[in-house]
């Protein structure tokens, strides 16, 4: 039996369990758990499930892409929790109790991403769900914000490519523009936002994980992939349907690459001199450089970080192994992004 009895600490939660999605239907159950709202310690002895219905009216139904919340309220007596689904991050709408709702008074305790889940190996087996592994709770979570990512074994990987988050960071947002080198951003870009936001870019092994079961991209079409040989540039995150891996995770195959937290030395020079990434390398650097120190190189292209994936006309090149290694961190191509991930907390 859950126990609240001496609990005086704000931050206490204890669950009889994780948050996880309802089985064959769309919403989430809820475990035994026992926390403090407001200085009241709450309990509820039984699970409970909650759907669509239980929102605050910040929603009616669940849609495409979006993020929602789950809040546990202090009741107007008694000492068991309401629980309300909001699309707001920082507290709901409206509340059973019928008090006005606060941060005080309610306490954001899980969530989840609705999106696209893959279903079997059959490339167009794709339907639109809570995403299961997206669900999080206090204890079930990234280190980071866990919006718009999903868990694939110990990790916590975002379901979209990086866009911008118009902070200087990135986010995993549905249906936004990947950000590339057309934005003037290479490999240390990237690794310098993503440590904004507490992210990190994947290992050539955590790719190649999270990626599995991504149909490979068509020549001749979008179908599988944003891989179609005739393609001009990039799309927007989400836009093929079936370009999803086993895992939930959206957009591998095909759209932009991927770099990747891994590189390779290229031995095909004895020549070492030290070189001047501002003045040496054939690419358009980004402002600073000058103030970073030099590399000790055995050519101006001697260092290779990995890119995954394949990109918007890559074709049936496009895929869930596909991998480049002719690109140095310093470039900036427009057809090279990256994707998040974070530890546990």
């Given at each position: 039996m ?16 994780n ?5 064959g ?54 000492i ?46 794709v ?17 980071c ?6 868990k ?88 093929v ?62 260092l ?15 895929g ?10 310093w470039?900036?191509?427009?057809n ?10």
């Amino acid at each position: 039996m859950l126990s609240v009895v001496g609990v005086d600490s704000p931050a206490f939660y204890n669950a009889e369990g994780n948050i996880e999605k309802t089985t064959g239907v769309q919403g989430v159950d809820i475990p035994a758990l026992a926390l403090r709202i407001n200085r009241q310690n709450l309990k509820i002895e039984s699970a409970s499930a909650l759907t669509a219905s239980d929102n605050d009216g910040s929603f009616s139904s669940f849609a495409m892409g979006t993020d929602y919340y789950i809040y546990a309220c202090q009741p107007a007596d008694g000492i068991e929790p309401d629980f309300v689904l909001s699309a707001n991050s920082t507290y709901p709408d409206t509340i059973p109790s019928g008090v006005t709702p606060s941060a005080d008074n309610t306490r954001k305790i899980g969530g989840f991403h609705y999106g696209r889940v893959r279903n079997s190996s059959t490339a167009s087996d794709v339907s639109e769900s809570i995403v299961p592994n997206s669900v999080w709770d206090l204890v079930n979570r990234p280190k980071c914000s866990p919006e718009g990512m999903a868990k694939v074994g110990n990790l916590w990987v975002d379901i979209y490519l990086a866009s911008d988050d118009g902070n200087g960071g990135v986010e995993s947002k549905y249906n936004a523009t990947p950000i590339t080198g057309t934005e003037g951003l290479s490999w240390y870009s990237f690794a310098e936002r993503f440590a904004k936001v507490d992210k990190r870019m994947a290992s050539m092994s955590e790719w190649t994980a999270l990626a599995q079961g991504s149909p490979q991209g068509n020549d001749g079409d979008n179908v599988n992939a944003w891989s179609a040989t005739s393609n001009s540039s990039r799309t927007a995150t989400g836009t093929v349907t079936n370009a999803i891996s086993n895992y939930n995770i959206v957009d591998c195959a095909g759209n932009v690459w991927e770099w990747l937290d891994e590189v390779s030395i290229r031995q095909d020079s004895t020549t070492w001199q030290w070189y001047d990434p501002a003045t040496d390398f054939n690419e358009t650097m980004e402002s600073g450089w000058d103030q970073l120190g030099d590399m000790y190189l055995p050519n101006a292209d001697g260092l290779s970080a990995f890119r995954a994936g394949g990109h918007w006309g890559d074709g049936v090149r496009c895929g869930a192994r596909a991998l480049n290694l002719n690109s140095e961190r310093w470039n900036v191509g427009s057809n090279i992004g990256s994707r998040g991930v974070c530890d546990p907390l």
